[in-house]
Nanobody
Framework: QVQLVESGGGFVQAGDSLRLSCAASGRTFSSYVMGWFRQAPGKEREFVAAIGRSGGTYYADSVKGRFTISRDNAKNTVYLQLNSLKPEDTAVYYC?????????????????WGQGTQVSVAS
């Protein structure tokens, strides 16, 4: 079983930056594909970014060029750097992990989830 704990959310102004962290328990973190999703009020959970076991990265078009996902396997942690934040980025951000090799863009493909961290961006 893997437990994921997010941190780093907050309330910022448009154009500001945040860095989200997701700490994972367990000794097999490096074998998981890790992803970030977000969910705004009244909307479905949507894919933001993912990083494969070998470090390949994937992004939603809406965040490409502004957000950066990375991982530190020695620290069992995955990060999401959020730059040039916009009000439409306001959501609860969730960290997720999946055991299979294939990077997934759907929430249903992920096996483990964190509790979420709120990101609020004022205009």
């Amino acid at each position: 079983q893997v437990q994921l704990v997010e941190s780093g959310g907050g309330f910022v102004q448009a154009g500001d930056s945040l860095r989200l962290s997701c700490a994972a328990s367990g000794r097999t973190f490096s074998s998981y594909v890790m992803g970030w999703f977000r969910q705004a009020p009244g909307k479905e959970r949507e894919f933001v970014a993912a990083i494969g076991r070998s470090g390949g990265t994937y992004y939603a078009d809406s965040v490409k060029g502004r957000f950066t996902i990375s991982r530190d396997n020695a620290k069992n942690t995955v990060y999401l750097q959020l730059n040039s934040l916009k009000p439409e980025d306001t959501a609860v951000y969730y960290c997720a992990g999946k055991k299979t090799v294939v990077v997934g863009y759907s929430p249903t493909g992920y096996d483990y989830w964190g509790q979420g961290t709120q990101v609020s961006v004022a205009s």
